[in-house]
């Protein structure tokens, strides 16, 4: 995997990806940026939602679950001190489906946690405690 960070100004910079994805990533006016992208602890945190929502989407509809929506909500925080490291990433899934089985549902998502989602993983074993639950609506 290859990547490319150029700076732009001040505290901005661009990403892209070595699939030719692009981000903007900027500071808050208080730490010399203008707010025109995100934070790069943002970008992490999201990271591993995205990682894991991937991972729960997928299994979900390899076992033949009727998923119509999947939506993660990240809470992330991190330690007061320097490096402001994260301590904790909290993932809470809504997910909306046609006759969704919770049991198949806690299963995909710890599987993701456990075996397949390499952000969330890699974090836990740096130390960040990351935890998850979840919500099912079903259309049925």
């Known amino acids: 995997m290859e990547a490319r960070v150029k700076w732009v100004e001040n505290?901005?910079?661009?990403?892209?990806?070595?699939?030719?994805?692009?981000?903007?990533?900027?500071?808050?006016?208080?730490?010399?940026?203008?707010?025109?992208?995100?934070?790069?602890?943002?970008?992490?945190?999201?990271?591993?939602?995205?990682?894991?929502?991937?991972?729960?989407?997928?299994?979900?509809?390899?076992?033949?679950?009727?998923?119509i929506s999947c939506e993660a909500n990240v809470t992330a925080k991190r330690v007061a001190s320097e490096p402001a490291i994260f301590e904790s990433i909290h993932l809470h899934f809504k997910l909306i489906g046609d006759g969704l089985d919770e049991k198949q549902v806690g299963r995909a998502i710890d599987l993701s946690a456990e075996k397949y989602c390499s952000a969330s993983i890699m974090l836990k074993n740096a130390g960040v405690k990351v935890t998850h639950d979840f919500e099912i609506k079903t259309t049925n």
């Open 11 to 67: 505290v901005m910079f661009v990403a892209e990806s070595g699939s030719g994805h692009s981000i903007v990533l900027d500071g808050a006016p208080e730490s010399g940026g203008k707010n025109l992208g995100m934070r790069p602890m943002e970008l992490i945190a999201l990271g591993v939602g995205s990682c894991s929502s991937y991972d729960v989407v997928t299994i979900l509809k390899k076992s033949r679950q009727n998923i």
